[in-house]
């Protein structure tokens, strides 16, 4: 038997269908090619130098050598921590963490120490009454990301590694955010044991959910508003220096917007139940296809610039002072473009940015990012359906003067308007930015203590990265001062590390150098103007 | 400390930017409006009836009565089947089932059994010799699809459930195809035991990789080709009643595509090893923005009309034999969408399509579906990173004369076309529909079987769905018939089942029927001029 399609037949006529396909494929590729971001304006050339600021000239020898002197005890205190899972996404380990931190904070000498129920994972608040004239807020976090594939030892087994940069710790949490953490209480633990008190009062007020972005820190800081707003400074202890033991000291944070998107089946069409085969797809509508319609409304073919009406709108041109920072940034990380390539792992950056020019889309722009995506069968071999729902995860960095809110209803609004009713936007959750001036006393203070371990940071108006410190610049009105020198890699990627014992030669901080600058940083702070 | 956003400064200039997302937004919503598919066109108004085929006369009350005394135990037969878990995805279980489906037919009686060597899953090859004038091919799938969330009773327990429509066998295969295949052994089962031996011999060709879309069964066919061409027709049993009891003949099958499109950072940017903190979106291509923005150009923002040029080209205008098939089922079938949307779970089809159009839409016309696509963290909780890899499934269902590998060369030179030099498309599996006649006497012989059990099917001239029977049509040159009394629902969805006893009253048939009917139809074979 033959087939009919053997017989003569006519083709459909798709004359006019052809030319709608063809006039549709222009626009789109021209813009593809011309649409780029709003362009950061510079007004001045001048850079901000963090070397003129005098090196810190305390010396607190006795310290030093208890540090020196418990090193090996020290390294054990980080993989305790990093050993205990905390993984605030999946709800593994939370409790436990929580209750390390507070009882690690009690054995310091913390004689108010707290965990503080939360909606959420709870935070941990402890104070250490040291009788001084001045206070410091220590900004913890205890939660870590899921670990992913592609680990080459246990994510939580607290494994010592050799690396290409020395004996690293390399476990989730060994950088972001526990390794420097736990390596601030070692360090405050030798000047207790050495001098017997501290020379500041210490706030620490921990989250257990900075990875869900924060979501119910406010509620911590409810409880203790009033106390923490008579502080003096707020400090987060982080590894900050990079593979090749420059440091950037930023001033600030983008916001962050977290966003789900979902198309599913209901009155407007497609499968509400269940899936369906996928042969009815010829009949009926596919909430896989709404979902990828209408994200990719949202950016340009590339996926680069956002389009969304309005979305850059609220974004305010830098201050001189953050050029200035800006542009001593672009100085010191002159021709580092490509180390920064091979760390991340990319061939090109967009636009085939270089210097300020990258350091200006990095810093002062805003983000679309997809997060994760997922619809249908998702396993080994295929399954031919039609899903009945899609979804999308996106998060947005925000920059000055953009709020969380204000960004979401854009996009809600921008949905609407090209047609996508269907597909649901809710907000998973969100912060503003913050900003910290680089003239503030603290800034002064942790600047000199770098400049005497010979490391003058770049002072970067901000980090890309997004955390919940305007809390602390915004509602409590506090300077806020992040890191110290010690390096580590990874974060939210498999192999995440911190540098314990860096290789002959190196500029990079081994941990007892990280530690000491914690003491020195407590001893500028309590010194300060 | 306040925010340095306090201070007054400039927004960005915007406004060339705005005006071009402007000139964008205007062609895309004009276009989603007014694209659709091509238009079928029919050219005559006649329409084919079935039941002016007389009803088959013969009567086998021997091998009626065996089958009613039998009935517990065909039921076990069926429960035994649906039980050896057999996932084609999975590799779960399959030599198992391919073991079980040959000592079946050795216990029937068929002398020559092998199992099949195969890139991928064994076929089962069996013969019965009846030492008679015609041979039967007997095509099988024993694979299922995976189960999915959802279910009511354990997807592989084998459980008899009380439904709406009566007492039905509830499991993964059900009717998706152990069910209604082994209904057909039942009835070989007791012609034989009645009779002696069979009226026709059989050549069954069963493969385990239907839901992988049949990569190597051609192997299968490869080894028997001379002997199955010598043979005088296909069958495939199958439960074509549907939840009224009405009976639809497809006369052919829809082609399949299935390829995945993937997109990954490289050369052209975006992380290439793993994934990355998201804030780093600021500076680095995405491949999951790629992918989405690669996949929306494929169809209309609605998902329902395919953009990829030439995508329609390939497609004949229905025959008038086709055309009067079709008329034949919108007059069957008229005012039954409401049950349809029903049985789908739908609230409405694509452009309200009703009567002849929908039919002509599901029939007539090729798809592209999106079956999964995944990228980045989908797990619990959020995970802010930039994935390195994102992928979607498609599947494409081909009408004549579409062939997989020309719809394939559209899709990639189209995303060449438009710039997606950086998203691989890779073929996964695909093949050609095929086409019976409505003229051939074995679908004569199948009608009039029908017609004897009140049932006059509406002959359609192709399933939506896709099957690799080009090879029977096209390799073979065999004629092909579908399918018996007997309802079944819920193919590649949860909680699939087969109906066994219908509650009283039902148009639809029990186990007892559907086995009579198998009976019927090998007698009536025999008997085909």
């Given at each position: 038997m033959r087939k009919q399609s053997a017989l003569s037949l006519s083709k459909l006529s798709l004359a006019a269908f052809a030319s709608i396909v063809a006039a549709l494929a222009v626009p789109d590729t021209v813009l593809a090619q011309a649409v780029r971001p709003p362009e950061v304006r510079f007004t001045t050339d001048e850079a901000f130098d963090a070397a003129g600021i005098p090196p810190y000239e305390g010396n607190h020898d006795e310290v030093y050598r208890h540090i020196e002197a418990n090193i090996a005890d020290h390294v054990k205190q980080l993989q305790r921590w990093v050993r205990q899972q905390s993984v605030s996404a999946q709800n593994r380990g939370i409790g436990e963490m929580a209750e390390l931190v507070a009882g690690d904070l009690r054995q310091l000498g913390f004689k108010e120490v707290a965990l503080v129920p939360t909606n959420g994972h709870p935070g941990v608040f402890g104070f250490y009454d040291a009788g001084a004239p001045r206070t410091l807020v220590i900004y913890m976090m205890y939660d870590v990301q899921p670990e992913e594939t592609?680990?080459?030892?246990?994510?939580?087994?607290?494994a010592l590694v050799d690396h290409d940069l020395g004996r690293v710790l390399m476990?989730?949490?060994?950088?972001?955010?526990k390794g420097p953490e736990r390596a601030f209480l070692n360090a405050i633990d030798s000047i207790i044991r050495t001098?017997?008190?501290?020379?500041v009062n210490l706030l620490v007020v921990a989250e257990g959910e900075e990875e869900l972005g924060?979501?119910?820190?406010p509620q911590v800081i409810d409880k203790y508003e009033e106390r923490l707003k008579k502080a003096h400074g707020v400090y987060f202890p982080m590894n900050s220096q990079d593979g090749t033991g420059a440091v950037s000291l930023p001033l600030g944070v983008k916001g962050i917007l977290v966003a789900e998107l979902e198309a599913a089946g209901g009155a407007h069409g497609g499968p509400k139940n269940a899936e369906i085969h996928s042969s009815l797809k010829a009949i009926v509508d596919s909430p896989a296809w709404r979902l990828t319609q209408a994200l990719a409304t949202l950016t340009s073919s590339d996926g680069n610039t956002i389009l969304v009406p309005g979305y850059y709108d609220a974004i305010r041109q830098p201050t001189e002072a953050e050029q200035r920072l800006a542009n001593g940034m672009a100085r010191a990380s002159a021709g580092r473009e490509a180390a920064m390539r091979k760390g991340l792992g990319v061939d090109r950056f967009i636009d085939e940015l270089s210097g300020r020019d990258l350091l200006a889309r990095l810093l002062f722009t805003t983000t679309i990012n997809i997060n994760g995506i997922w619809s249908g069968y998702t396993g080994e071999g295929m399954k031919t359906i039609l899903p009945h729902v899609a979804r999308a995860r996106l998060d947005s960095r925000l920059v000055p003067d953009q709020t969380p809110d204000e960004q979401l209803e854009l996009i809600r609004k921008h949905l609407i308007a090209r047609g996508f009713h269907d597909v649901a936007v809710r907000k998973i959750s969100g912060y503003a930015p913050a900003q910290t001036s680089v003239e503030t006393p603290i800034v002064a203070a942790s600047i000199s203590v770098f400049n005497k371990y010979g490391v003058t940071p770049s002072v970067a108006?901000?980090?890309a990265g997004s955390a919940p410190y305007y809390i602390f610049?915004?509602?409590?009105r506090l300077p806020m001062v992040i890191g110290g020198i010690g390096h580590g890699s990874g974060a939210h990627a498999p192999n995440e590390y911190m540098v314990i014992e860096p290789r002959p030669g190196s500029r990079i901080a081994g941990l007892a150098d990280v530690e000491k600058f914690y003491v020195d940083f407590l001893y500028a702070f309590a010194a300060m103007k």
């Open positions: 592609g680990w080459k030892v246990p994510a939580f087994d607290g476990a989730r949490g060994a950088t972001n955010q001098r017997g008190k501290l020379p924060s979501p119910n820190y108006p901000r980090l610049t915004d509602r409590l």
